[in-house]
């Protein structure tokens, strides 16, 4: 399984954008990059997921290194409820029983400022 | 986004005794359900993946005799911790997929087992 290493924590202000990194160097060519984040006592909720090219929607924009042994989630304007920890995930399309299998590493605590 | 339902929230149960926790997807046919438990301050660690009508897939590690995991239907999955232990105690949560291989993942709210 691929390994993702994010920063442990990271800062922000409200309204102000948000780049969380991650890198995911041992990430095969066929591994979907998905990012989800978790509130306290929560489930993960889904963020975006993407191959090679950048992706958009009305959360978040994913970024992926040319290499793709890197990626970037962009949080265009940070709120207070974007505050929570947002894992970057490798997913594994392996044969038989394990379709979408996701590993997800330890995270980045997002604190956003008012 | 689509809808997992997790129930119980929360749970506490004497040492010795057995838990059921219930997954069902409420408005898709997840084809696959994850387990994964979570203890304070770290990550999600997956335990096993299951198919519909299929056994489950354990990670290793991870005790099949211990951790019963039913996946009956399209709509429902199934984990029961046997004989419980206090260092069975932890946030357990579910996620279901859909389609094959590339699909975002929708996560149940978590169960908060205590073992006492």
């Known amino acids: 399984d691929a390994k993702t290493t994010q920063p442990n924590s990271m800062e922000s202000n409200e309204e102000e954008p948000v780049h969380l990194p991650c890198n995911h160097s041992t990430i095969s060519g066929t591994d979907y990059i998905h990012w989800y984040r978790q509130l306290p006592s929560q489930g993960p909720e889904y963020v975006i997921h993407?191959?090679?090219s950048n992706v958009n929607n009305r959360m978040a924009s994913l970024a992926i290194a040319e290499d793709r042994k890197s990626s970037t989630l962009i949080l265009h304007r940070a709120t207070l409820r974007d505050a929570a920890v947002y894992y970057c995930?490798?997913?594994?399309?392996?044969?038989?029983?394990?379709?979408?299998?996701?590993?997800f590493g330890q995270g980045t605590i997002l604190t956003v400022h008012p | 986004g689509a809808v997992v339902s997790q129930h119980p929230s929360w749970v506490i149960c004497k040492s010795g005794t057995s838990v059921k926790i219930e997954c069902r997807s409420l408005d898709f046919q997840a084809t696959t359900m994850f387990w994964y438990r979570q203890f304070p301050k770290q990550s999600l660690m997956l335990m096993a993946t299951s198919n519909e009508g299929s056994k489950a897939t354990y990670e290793q590690g991870v005790e099949k005799d211990k951790f019963l995991i039913n996946h009956a239907s399209l709509t429902l999955s199934t984990l029961t911790v046997t004989s419980a232990h206090p260092e069975d105690s932890s946030f357990y949560i579910c996620?279901?997929?859909w389609g094959l291989g590339y699909t975002e993942a929708f996560f149940g709210q978590g169960t908060r087992l205590t073992v006492v």
């Open positions: 996620s279901g997929t």
């Open positions: 995930t490798a997913q594994r399309r392996a044969g038989g029983t394990s379709y979408g299998k996701l590993t």
């Open positions: 993407g191959l090679t």
